[in-house]
């Protein structure tokens, strides 16, 4: 702590402060959303396509090219499960038949809106069935006789009316897929992505192009509903099927990748949000909202997404294979409700005390089954960069009864281009470890975050010794310990022009702000939130009281 002493005043500089400014550069803009669905577009065959819009949309904005579908690789459950925001086990949609579906209980974001709001101008422009038995609930539904006939009555319709949400899907793609396969390789199915991409120019010319546009916030999300193979097909539940697009463009969008990578799911959750519909927990609903701007990574908190296998309602069983929020799962790994089985963890078996519902189990699958999770720390860089932020790694692992199940949580240090600089483990607890009792015990691990980190991975692990996989965690926590900021710098106090000016040496990375106290009661902020620059900062107080005043300078990582 400094002091300096002038005629009437001490100046004193310690301590650090936590101050955040939120800047909405679409406030007050009207808020709208246009969905585009390119059926059977595997997402590296977009990005290997000579496709100059959806190029665009992605560099402007946010986006993934390992999003994920569910495992039933078919357009009648994919395009029900962005709808519906949820899996297709809650739609009770596996094929393209539509049938039985659980639409009543699980209704479309169309549906949705026009309950929270009936003034919303809601259209979808699908093909084959989409239109007239998915989007039950939007205001227009049409289902063109091709790409064409939909892109035409999209353009007559964001010309002449004034829609509020909107649903294009264009099929062409899957068509030549079916015909010539999809694959990197087929030339006809990457002209198909083109032809498709021009398809799309039209129509964003025509929203731009709105007499009312410079006063309305388009949310644009574009977005496949499955890949596809070389044969020809698609239908199964492998990564090249199950791997699609996600790409968020406009105004309110976030940029660059988007991480934890979304699902397919996420478009529901997403749309409600943009348009100002707050998602009702009472929904169930597995979508979580992805495109839109997230805060930063914060020390002292769990940076671990769905940790706790809170996030949607568990099963009560070992199936089925339903997507988990937040973790790229491609396997059998699910989301179990504790007690749902005898053999399951129970609510009052050891474990964690503060256990949700939930908790994760290997599933059906007899071996090894994994999920993982890609969170970006670039935000932290500085920090990282100088050896000094610590990390905790920690979880609750176990199995059932003497079967020696096992499951175990891992992370990998990354660089930007996802090299690994080093791992760490946790978990692998055995039925000894668990004196032959069902129940998960805690296992952790601590370390130094090494330099040049700028992403984490986290794969948890779940391994069968016999019969269906009962590899069991919960509370998944990965949380890290800022450095010791230095003590700022005082380096002048003194009046200028009936002003108290402080000059300190500031820190990049830190938002500063000039305090004042008469009695070190109460405190005053004179200046805030000024951003640090590396080099001298100057702060004023512009109305300093007469009398004796104490000041101090608090720091803060934004």
């Known amino acids: 702590m400094h002091h300096v002493s002038v005629t009437r005043r001490i100046a ?7 101050l955040l400014l939120v800047v909405d550069p679409a406030a007050g803009a009207q808020k709208k ?62 094929d393209n038949n539509l049938a039985p579906a659980n639409y009543a209980t699980y209704p479309d974001f169309f549906t949705r809106l026009e309950r929270a709001n009936s003034n919303l101008f809601t259209i979808s422009l ?16 049409y289902t063109g006789g091709s790409d064409t006939a939909n892109v035409t009555n999209a353009i007559a319709r964001l010309t002449n009316s004034n829609p509020d949400v909107m649903f294009i899907h264009f099929l062409h793609v899957d068509d030549t897929g079916h015909a010539s396969g999809f694959h990197p390789s087929v030339s006809n199915y990457l002209r198909a992505i083109e032809t498709v991409d021009a398809q799309i120019g039209q129509v964003l010319r025509a929203l731009t192009n709105r007499l009312n546009y410079a006063a309305e916030d388009w949310l644009i999300l574009v977005v496949a509903d499955h890949g596809g193979l070389l044969d020809k097909t ?10 699609i697009f996600y790409i968020a463009h406009g105004p309110s969008a976030a940029r660059g990748e988007l991480l934890p990578v979304p699902a397919l799911v ?7 949000t943009h348009v100002g519909v707050p998602i009702n927990p009472a929904w169930s609903l597995d979508a979580r909202v992805a495109g839109l701007p997230r805060p930063p990574p914060r020390y002292g908190t769990n940076l671990v997404f769905n940790g706790d296998a809170e996030f949607a309602s568990g099963t009560n069983n070992y199936a089925p294979n339903r997507g988990i929020a937040w973790w790229t799962d491609l396997s059998g790994m699910t989301a179990v409700r504790y007690g749902a089985q005898p053999q399951f963890p129970q609510p009052g078996d050891a474990g964690p005390t503060n256990r949700g519902l939930n ?51 891992a992370v990998r240090f990354l660089t930007e281009a996802e090299a690994q600089i080093a791992t760490n483990r946790i978990g692998a607890v055995t039925a000894a470890d668990r004196s032959g009792y069902t ?11 090494p330099a040049g980190t700028r992403r984490a991975e986290f794969i948890f692990t779940a391994t069968a010794q016999t019969g269906l996989n009962d590899g069991y965690a919960d509370n998944l926590s990965f949380v890290l310990t800022p450095p010791p900021d230095p003590a700022v710098v005082l380096l002048d106090g003194r009046f200028v022009s009936d002003q108290w000016r402080v000059e300190f040496a500031s820190l990049e990375g830190r938002l500063y702000s000039l305090e004042r106290t008469q009695d070190f009661e109460s405190w005053t902020t004179v200046t805030s939130g ?7 900062l100057t702060l004023d107080d512009p109305a300093p009281p007469s009398g004796r005043a104490f000041y101090r300078v608090r720091a803060q990582r934004p």
């Open 12 to 18: 004193l500089v310690p301590a650090l402060f936590l």
């Open 33 to 94: 959303a246009l969905v585009i669905g390119i059926d059977g577009a595997r997402a590296d065959c977009v990005l290997l396509a000579n496709a100059a819009n959806l190029h665009r949309l992605r560099s402007e904005g946010a986006w993934s090219f390992r999003a994920q579908c569910g495992s039933h690789t078919k357009s009648g459950p994919s395009w029900s499960s962005m709808f519906c925001g949820v899996w297709d086990d809650k739609t009770a949609v596996i």
């Open 126 to 141: 699908g093909r084959w069935e989409v239109a007239n038995l998915i989007t039950l609930g939007a205001d227009i539904r």
């Open 234 to 243: 698609h239908g199964a539940d492998t990564p090249e099927e199950r791997t």
């Open 266 to 272: 996420d478009v529901c959750a997403t749309v409600l």
């Open 359 to 409: 908790f994760f189990c290997g599933g059906t699958n007899l071996g090894v089954v994994r999920m993982s999770q890609i969170i970006d720390l670039s935000a932290l860089a500085a920090d990282i960069d100088s050896g000094e932020v610590s990390y905790d790694l920690r979880g609750w692992f176990g199995g059932t009864g003497t079967q020696n199940d096992q499951a175990e949580l």
């Open 439 to 449: 129940s998960l015990l805690e296992r952790k691990a601590t370390g130094r975050l």
């Open 530 to 536: 000024t951003p640090g620059t590396g080099a001298v």
